[in-house]
Structure formats: structure tokens, C-alpha cells
């Protein structure tokens, strides 16, 4: 992403997980109506609650009926912190609704509605999975606070975060992800959310990859890959 402010202090970070320097069609053009972007505005977070909403009760009925399974009821967190705090993000100023971008952003995020939510295989204890949740959760929590409301799921321009959790890794949102991930697929294994996790992260991975590419024309962002050496897992990634 091109920051739209002017670069001060250094490292810098993205303000979003996917944040792009350019939109593309009526975006980019800036020449669409306004009603029509509010319309599409009010569109993507009706539907993203509604989505949430349908996954979130189907998890808690499932809970409910196996109150000791605690890493379902952090997935349904999680998915809530994920999702449920994008609906109240500012308006960006550009999107990326490119193919690539677009799948690679939503694939990504609603990738909790083909979790198998029935009892797996347990590769590690209940409890040792919910404390990688929470830590990620954790983790999650702390990333967002240091965008504010500069979080979103499609790639988008909203300014520019040099603070807090971007410091120690480049891309940290994903690294709460990922420990959350991991933490419910290895108490609840199975063909299926093996194979949505192996999507997951795969997907996650084209994202960084096409955030890094953007980003990297900016020269104070190529400073700050300097700088802060790795994308999400320290010392491997």
C-alpha cells in the first residue's frame, strides 16, 4: 500500500492485513456514484453478520451439547473478533477487488463455515488446543489494537500504522491466526478440517505474498523489511 501520509518514524507497517496501493474499475476511476458504494458498503457487512450469525449459533448448539469441548467455543470467539470487528472498520478509500485478492481475502476469512464443527480425532489435549486459541486470541487483540480502525478483510487503503504488534513481525494478524487454527485443528482433527486448515493457509500465504509484493514498491516499506526481518512466525516464515 502507497501510505497517504507522510513517512516519519520508522518501522513502518501496513494498516491492514492486504492493503493494496491501487483499486481496480470503478474504484480505482473514483468515478462510481456514491450511493452505489454505500450500497455495496451496507451489502458486504449485512451479509458478513449474517454469515457469522449462522455459523456461531450451529457451534454454540454444538457446544451446548458437549459443554467440555471449550476450543469450539473459541473458534466461535475468534471467528466473532475476526469478522465481527470489520463491521464496524471506517470506510477504506480504495479496495482491491481484483480475482486473486478477492478470493484469497474471503476464502480466507470465511473459511469457518466449512469447519467440521462435530468431535475429531483429539491429537493433543482439550486444554492444550484452547490455550494456543487464546493465545492467538490474544495475539489477534493485540495486532487490531495497534491498527485501531485501520482493520479490514478485503485489501483496502486505510492509511498507514508504524505501532505495537507490526514491530516484531510484518504480518501479525496472521500469526493470531495461525495459532488459532492450529490450536482447534489439532483437538479436532479429521479429513475435512485438515483439508480446510491446508486451504486456509495456503490462502493466507497468497495474501502475504501479494500484500508484500504491493507494499514492497514503497521504499519505506522495503526500510522496514529490513528492519523487521520476518512475515509471521519468527525465526521460520
Request: charged fraction near 15%; include cysteine; glycine fraction near 10%.
Amino acid at each position: 500500500m502507497t501510505p497517504t501520509t507522510p513517512l516519519q518514524d520508522l518501522p513502518l507497517a501496513a494498516s491492514i492485513e492486504g492493503a493494496t496501493t491501487t483499486g481496480s474499475g470503478s474504484d480505482a476511476a473514483g468515478g462510481a456514484p456514491g450511493l452505489r458504494h454505500a450500497l455495496i458498503e451496507v451489502a458486504a457487512r449485512v451479509g458478513a453478520a449474517l454469515m457469522l450469525s449462522v455459523f456461531a449459533y450451529a457451534a454454540i448448539m454444538q457446544w451446548l451439547a458437549a459443554p467440555s469441548r471449550i476450543t469450539l467455543l473459541l473458534l466461535v470467539v475468534a471467528a466473532c473478533f475476526t469478522v465481527g470487528l470489520s463491521l464496524f472498520t471506517r470506510v477504506p478509500m480504495k479496495r482491491d477487488w481484483r480475482p486473486f485478492a478477492f478470493m484469497c481475502s474471503m476464502g480466507g476469512t470465511y473459511y469457518f463455515l466449512a469447519v467440521r464443527l462435530a468431535p475429531g480425532a483429539q491429537l493433543v489435549p482439550e486444554t492444550v488446543g484452547a490455550a494456543l486459541q487464546l493465545l492467538g486470541i490474544f495475539w489477534q487483540l493485540f495486532a487490531k489494537a495497534s491498527l485501531r480502525r485501520s482493520f479490514g478483510i478485503l485489501p483496502a487503503n486505510r492509511g498507514v500504522v508504524s505501532r505495537g504488534a507490526y514491530r516484531f513481525v510484518r504480518h501479525p494478524m496472521y500469526l493470531g491466526y495461525f495459532l488459532t487454527d492450529i490450536g482447534f485443528l489439532l483437538v479436532n482433527f479429521g479429513l475435512q478440517n485438515l483439508l480446510v486448515y491446508g486451504c486456509q493457509f495456503a490462502l493466507q500465504v497468497g495474501r502475504i505474498v501479494r500484500e508484500e509484493q504491493l507494499l514492497s514498491a514503497d521504499e519505506g516499506y522495503r526500510t522496514y523489511k529490513g528492519r523487521v526481518r520476518y512475515r509471521v512466525i519468527p525465526g521460520v516464515f
